[in-house]
Nanobody
Framework: QVQLVESGGGPVQAGGSLRLSCTASGYRTSNDYCLGWFRQAPGKEREEVAGIFDEGITSYYADSVKGRFAVSQDKAKNTVYLQMNNLKPEDSGMYYC???????????????????WGQGTQVAVSS
């Protein structure tokens, strides 16, 4: 059973930065896993913001965060990061890490269905 634990959320002012971390356990190797970041604001649908496969051989972003967010992976630490810069109030919400085993990088994209989820870490951006 893959387990995911997020950290790094908190309050921040608009224009500021945060780096979220997601540490994974329960699998022998992360080589075959697509790892994604999602967010959900109160009253809104969950939105995927970024994903990564094999330390960045494949990565993707939602249009709403392109140029501001960067996803990265450290396999040795079994950790995926989401660097968030130039934060806006609309970036506020609960951020979740997710994982799914895929056949290759081409399957790691905005349409993949994730199987494992973390508990989330809260991000609050004030104006």
């Amino acid at each position: 059973q893959v387990q995911l634990v997020e950290s790094g959320g908190g309050p921040v002012q608009a224009g500021g930065s945060l780096r979220l971390s997601c540490t994974a356990s329960g699998y022998r190797t992360s080589n075959d896993y697509c790892l994604g970041w999602f967010r959900q604001a109160p009253g809104k649908e969950r939105e995927e913001v970024a994903g990564i496969f094999d330390e960045g051989i494949t990565s993707y972003y939602a249009d709403s965060v392109k140029g501001r967010f960067a996803v990265s992976q450290d396999k040795a630490k079994n950790t995926v990061y989401l660097q968030m810069n130039n934060l806006k109030p609309e970036d506020s919400g609960m951020y979740y890490c997710a994982a799914v085993k895929v056949l290759g990088g081409r399957w790691c994209n905005l349409h993949v269905q994730f199987r494992y989820w973390g508990q989330g870490t809260q991000v609050a951006v004030s104006s």
